[in-house]
């Protein structure tokens, strides 16, 4: 059965120090998603991709994040610099007609 | 704006008890509902939704119906597993389909005990 696949399943990282979160999303799906869950909190969306570009974000998605397709087959995340308060579980997942597909997520902790 | 309201947890049950999980919404429009789980280590993976108004979801002896005049999404299983412990998401999307961004409830862990 197709899967998403995320790496790496933990990043530790100093802050302030710069991040990418990769994901290999289904590969005949058409719209990508990050997601973050932030420790006992609830799963927020940061940013929808669609046809090479975002297609929506939330406020949480800042300057400080990028997201890209570099080769047809990988989604990343990028961080800039990184703070305490973006610790959280990084979930990527791509979409089909029956609902979102999720990856195992990246458990990020910045120190 | 939309949102997601769902039962505090956590929830401990003994083998074969029932199992509900409520979950209300607010949404303008004609949201979808799904239902989400999170087993331990794991990602989150889809378990029902419903589209429409009246629509019940059904997977795996898990059942929830789509009600529009009380917004609600409540999660039902007649009869609950040691192996159905888990967090257990209640989400919908603003958009008709599946390609709309997902808004969570907060989860509610469920223990199934022997």
């Known amino acids: 059965e197709p899967e998403v696949t995320q790496t790496p399943s933990h990043q530790v990282t100093q802050m302030g120090q710069e991040v990418i979160l990769r994901c290999v999303p289904i590969s005949n799906h058409l719209y990508f998603y990050w997601y973050r869950q932030i420790l006992g909190q609830k799963v927020e969306f940061l940013v929808s991709f669609y046809n090479n570009e975002i297609s929506e974000k939330s406020e949480i998605f800042d300057d400080q994040f990028s997201v890209e397709r570099p080769d047809g087959s990988n989604f990343t995340l990028k961080i800039r610099s990184t703070k305490l308060e973006d610790s959280a579980m990084y979930f990527c997942a791509s979409s089909e007609p029956g609902g979102h597909i999720f990856g195992p997520g990246t458990r990020l902790t910045v120190l | 704006g939309d949102s997601v309201t769902q039962m505090e947890g956590p929830v401990t049950l003994s083998e074969e008890a029932f199992l509900t999980i409520n979950c209300t919404y607010t949404?303008?429009?004609?949201?979808?509902l799904f239902w989400y789980v999170q087993y331990p280590g794991e990602g989150l993976q889809l378990l029902l939704k419903?589209?429409?108004?009246?629509d019940k979801g059904s997977n795996k002896g898990f059942e929830a119906t789509y009600r529009k005049e009380t917004t609600s999404f409540h999660l039902e299983k007649g009869s609950v597993q040691v192996s159905d412990s888990a967090v257990y998401f209640c989400a919908l999307s603003g958009q008709r389909g599946s390609q709309g961004n997902l808004i969570f409830g907060k989860g509610t862990k469920l223990s199934v005990k022997p």
């Open positions: 419903a589209t429409k108004a009246d």
């Open positions: 949404a303008t429009g004609y949201p979808s």
